[in-house]
């Protein structure tokens, strides 16, 4: 524009998938906000939903300081094992997470400050499926809905799962919405082999000695120990269900490498989180810390971004 400072271009988030390393999310937004990027655009899958909603719901520090605050102990208070063996979450106390520090339930994405998306993945035919509009809750549940650890939800006579087997960093979203721009978060970069390696020893804090409420916890790490991070040595074989992790995790990496180099971001943010385990929510301080870093270390180029006034 002849005269005047050229217009911001309209910066988009894909806010990516990985279960517990998400919580990195919050840390990357709030250190964007300390450089003056807030996004215009919101778009996220599985963890980066719950982050993106809460984020566009204005929940984004409620999130933060329960993240901060959760114990082991409270976290296994989520799982249960049910007769139907559909999942491990305990639906309704989740759900109550969700409405206490994410979104209301009567929220719709229509009247949202900015435009917000997930997506979500239709078992039966593979197909991605958008949510742009209807219920927050709703769009983020169909967004999480990862095999085993939650149920299919039903949308429209579909069964829909986890967004991340199909779209795990969801640029193309972004753009789809009218992004100029896309900052991008990949939680899968280095995750490919990380729990054959061995974990690095960690201390525990009172409130993190056993107790009745951690036996279930127990009973899944000593049968998938990289749900909780591996401590096991490097000379011990992988068990059934490290196999299993390991072999989603390339899948992952490998459909994230994939849908980046078709529909590259203009930023792409790796935070480094390699050693946070699939189900280690309750290190989410170091996951936030991490996402900060992550940005601080990217500061130049996400400057420049803003400061090119040519619209790729």
Request: hydrophobic share 40%; glycine share 8%.
């Given at each position: 524009?002849?005269?005047?400072?050229?217009?911001?271009?309209?910066i988009?988030?894909?806010?990516?998938?990985?279960?517990?390393?998400?919580?990195?999310?919050?840390?990357?937004?709030?250190?964007l906000?300390?450089?003056?990027?807030q996004?215009?655009i919101?778009?996220?899958?599985?963890?980066?939903?719950?982050?993106?909603a809460?984020?566009?719901?204005?929940?984004?520090?409620?999130?933060?300081?329960?993240?901060?605050?959760?114990?082991?102990?409270?976290?296994v208070?989520f799982?249960e094992?049910?007769?139907?063996?559909?999942?491990?979450?305990?639906a309704?106390?989740?759900?109550?997470?969700?409405?206490?520090y994410?979104?209301?339930?009567?929220?719709l994405?229509?009247?949202?400050?900015?435009?917000?998306?997930?997506?979500?993945?239709?078992?039966?035919?593979?197909?991605?499926?958008?949510?742009?509009?209807?219920?927050?809750l709703?769009?983020?549940i169909?967004?999480?809905?990862?095999?085993g650890?939650?149920?299919?939800?039903?949308?429209?006579?579909?069964?829909?799962?986890?967004?991340?087997?199909?779209?795990?960093?969801?640029?193309?979203?972004?753009?789809?919405?009218?992004?100029?721009?896309?900052?991008?978060?990949?939680?899968?970069?280095?995750?490919?082999?990380?729990?054959?390696?061995?974990?690095?020893?960690r201390?525990?804090?009172?409130?993190?000695?056993?107790?009745?409420?951690?036996?279930?916890?127990?009973?899944?790490?000593?049968?998938?120990?990289?749900?909780?991070?591996?401590?096991?040595?490097?000379?011990?074989?992988?068990?059934?269900?490290?196999?299993?992790?390991?072999?989603?995790?390339?899948t992952?990496?490998?459909?994230?490498?994939s849908?980046?180099?078709?529909?590259?971001?203009?930023?792409?943010?790796?935070?480094?989180?390699?050693?946070?385990g699939?189900?280690?929510?309750?290190?989410?301080?170091?996951?936030?810390?991490?996402?900060?870093?992550?940005?601080?270390?990217?500061?130049?180029?996400?400057?420049?971004?803003l400061?090119?006034?040519?619209?790729?």
């Amino acid at each position: 524009m002849k005269g005047g400072t050229p217009p911001t271009p309209r910066i988009g988030i894909a806010l990516g998938s990985g279960s517990a390393r998400g919580w990195a999310h919050i840390g990357i937004i709030r250190e964007l906000a300390e450089i003056g990027i807030q996004p215009h655009i919101v778009c996220g899958c599985s963890i980066g939903a719950i982050v993106g909603a809460a984020y566009v719901a204005g929940n984004l520090r409620r999130l933060e300081d329960w993240v901060r605050s959760l114990t082991r102990r409270e976290l296994v208070r989520f799982f249960e094992i049910n007769l139907s063996l559909d999942s491990f979450v305990a639906a309704d106390r989740f759900r109550d997470f969700l409405r206490r520090y994410v979104s209301a339930e009567d929220l719709l994405i229509e009247n949202l400050s900015k435009p917000f998306a997930t997506v979500s993945t239709e078992l039966e035919t593979g197909r991605e499926i958008w949510f742009t509009e209807g219920p927050v809750l709703h769009a983020v549940i169909a967004s999480i809905a990862l095999p085993g650890l939650f149920p299919p939800v039903r949308h429209q006579g579909r069964w829909l799962v986890d967004g991340g087997l199909v779209n795990p960093v969801p640029i193309s979203l972004c753009h789809a919405l009218g992004a100029e721009r896309v900052i991008a978060v990949n939680l899968n970069g280095d995750i490919v082999g990380k729990h054959f390696r061995p974990a690095q020893p960690r201390s525990r804090s009172p409130s993190d000695q056993k107790s009745m409420l951690e036996s279930f916890m127990d009973t899944i790490k000593e049968y998938s120990p990289h749900l909780l991070g591996n401590e096991k040595t490097r000379d011990h074989p992988p068990s059934l269900f490290e196999a299993i992790a390991g072999a989603i995790n390339i899948t992952q990496d490998r459909i994230t490498r994939s849908r980046i180099a078709g529909d590259p971001p203009d930023i792409l943010l790796n935070p480094r989180l390699s050693d946070i385990g699939l189900l280690e929510f309750h290190r989410g301080g170091e996951a936030i810390d991490e996402g900060r870093a992550c940005v601080r270390r990217a500061r130049s180029a996400i400057e420049h971004l803003l400061e090119d006034p040519d619209i790729a």
